[in-house]
């Protein structure tokens, strides 16, 4: 319940965010100074979920070109992955 409190409405973003983008990003919410990026890939017969992830020191880039360089690759990635597993 504590934890739920303290990041309640960074997770209801980041599902929003999902929902509108197709991935997650945090800037430091769970960890300071990392920023993360997350998709899924999909689920394996056996019901698994695969998911992509990317993961930076906050001090290589800066916010905005993390997400902006990082999602659209990691997005293809994913999908390429997807078309692997499911073909």
């Known amino acids: 319940p ?3 409190r303290q990041h309640a409405a ?7 965010a999902f929902r509108d983008k197709g991935y997650c990003v945090s800037y ?5 100074g990392i920023y993360a990026l997350a ?3 999909g689920r394996l017969p056996s019901r698994e979920l695969l998911v992509l992830n990317a993961v930076s020191p906050s001090w290589t880039r800066r916010a905005a070109q993390f997400e902006a360089t990082l999602a659209p690759l990691l997005l293809r990635c994913a ?3 997807a078309a692997q597993i499911t073909a």
Not at 10 to 16: E, F, K, L
Not at 28 to 32: N, Q
């Open 28 to 32: 430091g919410d769970l960890r300071p």
């Open 39 to 41: 998709t899924p890939i």
């Open 2 to 4: 504590g934890l739920w």
């Open 79 to 81: 999908r390429a992955i």
């Open 10 to 16: 960074s997770v209801t973003q980041a599902i929003a």
